[in-house]
């Protein structure tokens, strides 16, 4: 018997309402001793009363396996005092029904097959979302399956149907694969895969964030951008690790971007910040950033050659951004800004085609991005390139063999792994003789 | 001195006992009729595709039925021709009583092995079911032994369906055995009823073969088992062609007007058919926009004029059965001389088993063939195989053999029955195997050559064999890796008359890679190689040149299928331990601990293969596993 577990669902913190819940195997005989459940999924008022303490709390009741975690689920909406939650819990513990660890009741849901893993990710990704893109994009990612992965399954079972018959009984049958056919039909998979990478790559940086450095000579206007990209917004703060606390990773959103700044604080303004750092530390800042915006200001002729220096091993993630556009500008290449007139247009620009490419953020919806799915986009288009490297007139068994292993892919994407499904709909459509 | 007994002369028996025989334990068996050892119930044919897979790994275990379908085939056939090396297959038509004569004479000669005809009325423990005592005869014998392979096939309390007639036996002739059967349910094994048809036996003279397509058979033909020395006249009786025929409008319309009168239609048949061997009345049914079906003419045997009408599967009544067949073209003038029928028998849930065969909380008993839920002589003797080696490996205190899902195709259905179950007769099928492209049947000898020195029941010259073959094997393969092709070389030549461009530091593999090389030219290149025209007994060139080729071109999709498959593996090689609490982890819901009480997984593999056990509960099962070795 699966093991009761219950969990505060809301904060402890004083509020209207504070809700538990719990989950297990036969919760009415586990709870049986304590309150009556009331009849499936209609809120109930009922009158608890244990250890001398009395509350009034809307019960609800959902019974396995149509519930989250697939068992039986008794949620108990109380009056918000923390204490008071906190004896209810002690109450429970002993009925038996004991706190859950971390996570512990969507893993239930996991291993009940309530959820695939794609929807637990996009759980997780919720709950831990903390800029409104990245609230949209964990949104996008929750419920049913992808469309473009029911779409391939749909599209290639019929053919893995076909090559299996054409193994099994094509000669006696006269059942030839076709192809040329699954050749075309895997050139419009090839643009479906292609298309979700391309998302991937870009709903990766909505998911997990652009970690910018902002890097310049003494007074390039770092200050003032630095305060004009975190905005009111800024959320989170945490100790960036490889560098002491005087360098903090700010999260905010800016234009629709999940922005990671590093902030090397107290020192920002003063003369030479990445002098001051040391050189070990503003490596491992300038390491780990995305992009390290280089500000230049636009009435220099040229970029201070120290810092040019200093970034030469970063070539490639390295953005040079005029500042102070509003001063007559010398040089009128790479985007230039003026942070105090809020014209950053030409960086918004620059930093969307960067990371996002020709998407914008609402294209990136319901994409594939954590690395655990991006790695498995990769591997089922490397897959599909060996079927592309095929020629017709190859044997049918090691087209079968391409198939089935997209098939593992896909399930493995969703978390389902190899499915015996794919079998069952094998020799489906055939007569097969003996 | 231990002693086991098999029960049955079928093809599971035959293979149970031999190979028992050949391990050097003492063994009895015992059959119903002794002339009716080694009976083609059904068709009179051996091997296909996967089917005849398996028959090449048996024989590479010591088994017998290569041999002798190889001393008694009139038409040998390789299937899949067209095809990739991987998944062709080995078929030929038997000579049905010269296959019998051949498998009794086999077993008669083996050492350690001695026939008894009687019927097995029940089998004695010591205490409860622990500790086999014996097998109990109907005569009133009672056979002593260790260990005891039950091979009933169709037997066990067998009904024979013809219309809507139905009487008991176990085989068209033959009475069917019911006093074990009934000991077995009593002790708590879950039984199922079965089914399985077969085809109406024409008289040859009444047939016009000269309206019928004909079909050749291969020339020369090539042998099933690898110790089968075609040039000392392994392939001895005289070659003899098959026939195809069509199915006609008038075939549907005997069997459409007729469908509530068919044993299976008219809801007199309780068990559960082969899907992928189905009655002429499922195929019209099920596909009813195929507009013909395809019978296979084939004779029974050079002793008889019987023919048998592969494809024609049926249990219509005798009056029906006689208008379907004069309704094909060149029949109309047939004569039935034993009309199809169907068979209703028991067979035992194969969850009940062990992967190696034995019967769980059955002290000594072990299950092969058709009571496990198959079809299929190759089935069932690949299963006698595993049994036999097994229950011999258990009475010496032996780990037991269980081949790999990647090893062989014996494998995969030892896996698959014990793991998932059945629920209608269990036919192999290649796309069974997810390790397709690794299980070629030309490789069987090389895929189980460890495993059969294990075992120990080849001789040492048939290792020998099979060693020489793999090391000539290999040899060819350096040979191709270090001959460079030049322009001015023999091989330049070659495949400018091939049309290919060379590059440079070419070797021969790499030419060999290019589709538009012919055979013909291939063959021409290995000619040039010192040694390659050699004759050596189990050595057939174009089979090598073709899975030469097959490495060239394809070895990469291999190894990428290998490669996505590994965790399978890796989760195959985690034993769930016996006393393992696997039913009563709390972790668990309800549903997937019922599913593992009831399939009783043995590895971590399995676990994962039970339909509706989900991968995270595997994973998790896995950590739970670790904590406690470590524990």
């Excluded at chain 1, 003026?338 to 020709?358: N, T, Y």
């Excluded at chain 2, 309390?157 to 013809?162: D, F, H, K, S, T």
Aim: charge should be negative.
């Amino acid at each position: 018997m699966s093991e009761p577990i219950c969990a505060p669902a809301t904060p402890l913190f004083p509020s209207a309402v504070a809700v538990v819940r719990v989950s297990g195997q036969n919760l009415a005989d586990v709870l049986a001793p304590f309150v009556k459940l009331p009849r499936a999924r209609v809120a109930t008022l009922r009158y608890l009363a244990w250890d001398g303490y009395r509350e009034q709390a809307l019960v609800l009741f959902f019974p396995a396996p149509a519930s989250y975690t697939g068992e039986d689920i008794v949620e108990f909406q109380l009056h918000g005092n923390p204490l008071l939650v906190r004896r209810f819990l002690d109450h429970l513990g002993k009925l038996g029904v004991r706190l859950a660890e971390p996570g512990e009741f969507t893993r239930r849901a996991l291993l009940n097959g309530k959820q695939t893993l794609l929807e637990t990710e996009a759980l997780r990704d919720l709950i831990g979302a903390s800029t409104d893109q990245q609230l949209r994009q964990a949104q996008g990612r929750q419920g049913a399956l992808p469309a473009w992965i029911s779409e391939t399954k749909a599209r290639i079972s019929p053919w893995m149907a076909r090559a299996e018959a054409a193994v099994d009984y094509g000669e006696e049958e006269g059942i030839i694969l076709g192809f040329d056919d699954l050749k075309q039909e895997m050139i419009r998979l090839h643009e479906v895969f292609h298309v979700e990478q391309h998302r991937a790559g870009a709903a990766r940086w909505l998911r997990d964030g652009i970690k910018l450095a902002l890097v310049g000579r003494p007074n390039a206007g770092k200050s003032t951008l630095f305060n004009a990209l975190a905005g009111e917004d800024r959320a989170i703060v945490t100790e960036i690790p490889g560098t002491t606390r005087d360098v903090l990773e700010i999260r905010t959103e800016w234009a629709g971007l999940p922005l990671s700044l590093f902030d090397t604080a107290g020192l920002r303004d003063t003369v030479e910040p990445i002098e001051r750092l040391g050189v070990a530390r503003v490596h491992a800042v300038l390491e780990q950033a995305d992009l390290i915006l280089h500000l230049v200001p636009a009435t220099d002729r040229e970029a201070d050659a120290g810092i040019l220096e200093r970034l030469a091993p970063f070539e490639g993630k390295v953005l040079q951004v005029r500042t102070m556009g509003d001063l007559p500008a010398q040089v009128s290449e790479g985007p230039v800004v003026s942070a105090i007139k809020g014209d950053l247009v030409s960086l918004q620009e620059a930093l969307i085609e960067r990371f996002l490419g020709d998407l914008s953020p609402e294209a990136c919806l319901g994409a594939m991005a954590t690395a655990r799915q991006r790695e498995l986009l990769e591997e089922l288009i490397a897959q599909q390139e060996l079927f592309f490297r095929l020629e017709s007139g190859c044997p049918p068994e090691v087209v079968a063999s391409t198939l089935q292993g997209m098939w593992g892919l896909l399930a493995a994407l969703t978390g389902e792994d190899r499915a015996e499904s794919a079998l069952d709909q094998v020799f489906g459509g055939f007569c097969l003789g003996k | 001195m231990k002693h086991i007994v098999v029960i049955g002369g079928g093809h599971a028996g035959i293979e149970a006992a031999h190979i028992a025989a050949r391990m050097g334990m003492a063994t009895t068996l015992l059959t119903m009729n002794l002339d009716q050892i080694g009976q083609m119930s059904c068709n009179p044919s051996i091997g296909g595709v996967g089917k005849g897979h398996m028959v090449r790994e048996l024989d590479a275990l010591g088994g017998a039925m290569g041999r002798l379908i190889d001393a008694t085939g009139i038409h040998f056939r390789i299937l899949n021709e067209s095809r990739g090396v991987a998944v062709r297959g080995p078929r030929a038509q038997a000579d049905k009583v010269k296959y019998r004569i051949a498998a009794r004479k086999r077993l008669e000669h083996t050492p350690n092995l001695r026939l008894r005809q009687g019927i097995a009325a029940a089998f004695r423990w010591d205490h409860g079911t622990r500790g086999l005592h014996g097998v109990e005869l109907l005569d009133g014998t009672f056979l002593s032994c260790d260990a005891v392979v039950l091979t009933s096939g169709t037997f066990l309390n067998g009904q024979i369906l013809i219309g809507e007639k139905r009487m008991a036996a176990g085989r068209a002739g033959e009475p069917p055995s019911t006093h074990l059967s009934e000991q077995l349910k009593s002790l708590g094994l879950k039984c199922r009823r079965l089914k399985t048809g077969t085809s109406p036996r024409l008289a040859k003279g009444s047939i016009d073969f000269t309206r019928l397509e004909v079909q050749h058979g291969d020339h020369p033909p090539r042998p099933f088992s690898f110790f089968t020395d075609v040039s000392k006249g392994g392939i001895p009786q005289v070659q003899v062609p098959c026939h195809i025929v069509h199915t006609t409008p008038e075939t549907e319309g005997a069997v459409r007007e007729n469908l509530h009168r068919s044993a299976m239609y008219g809801g007199h048949i309780e068990g559960v058919g082969p899907r992928y061997c189905p009655s002429i009345e499922d195929k019209f049914v099920k596909f009813p926009d195929k507009a013909r079906h395809q019978i296979f003419v084939e004779p029974e045997s050079l002793e008889t004029e019987e023919i048998y009408l592969s494809g024609l599967s049926t249990s219509m009544p005798p009056d029906v059965q006689l208008r379907m067949v004069q309704s094909l073209p060149g029949f109309e003038k047939a004569e039935i001389i034993r009309p199809g029928y169907a068979i209703e028998y028991d067979s035992f849930d194969p969850l009940q088993l062990h992967r190696n065969l034995s019967v769980e909380g059955l002290d000594g008993v072990w299950f092969a063939g058709q009571i496990n839920g198959t079809t299929g002589y190759e089935e069932a003797a690949g299963q006698g195989i595993m049994a036999g080696i097994n229950a011999v490996r258990w009475l010496r205190d032996e780990e037991p053999i269980i081949l790999r899902r990647d090893q062989a195709y014996i494998g995969v259905m030892i896996d698959d029955l014990c793991t998932k179950g059945t629920d209608e007769p269990y036919r192999m099928l290649t796309a069974r195997a997810e390790h397709r492209l690794g299980l070629g049947c030309d490789l069987a000898d090389a895929r189980l050559l460890e495993v059969s020195k294990t075992i120990g029941a080849l001789l040492d010259d048939e290792i020998g064999v099979i060693e020489s073959k793999l090391s000539r094997r290999e040899n060819l393969r350096q040979q191709c890796e270090q001959t460079w092709v030049t322009q001015t070389s023999s091989f330049g030549a070659i495949a400018a008359e091939a049309g290919l461009n060379l590059n440079a530091g070419m070797n021969l593999r790499d030419l060999f890679k290019r589709q538009n090389l012919t055979n013909a030219l291939v063959d021409e290149a290995l000619a040039l190689l010192p040694g390659s025209s050699q004759p050596q007994r189990g050595w057939d060139s174009s089979w090598e040149r073709d899975l030469l080729l097959f490495e060239a071109r394809y070895d990469g999709y291999r190894e990428r299928e290998a490669r996505l498959l590994h965790h399978h593996r890796d989760w195959d090689s985690v034993n769930i331990p016996h006393d393992f609490p696997i039913e009563t982890l709390l972790s668990f819901s309800n549903e997937v601990r019922e599913k593992f009480r009831k399939h009783r997984p043995e590895t971590l593999g399995q676990a994962s293969r039970i339909p509706g056990v989900t991968p995270a509960a595997v994973t998790l099962l896995h950590l739970l596993i670790e904590k406690r070795r470590s524990a």
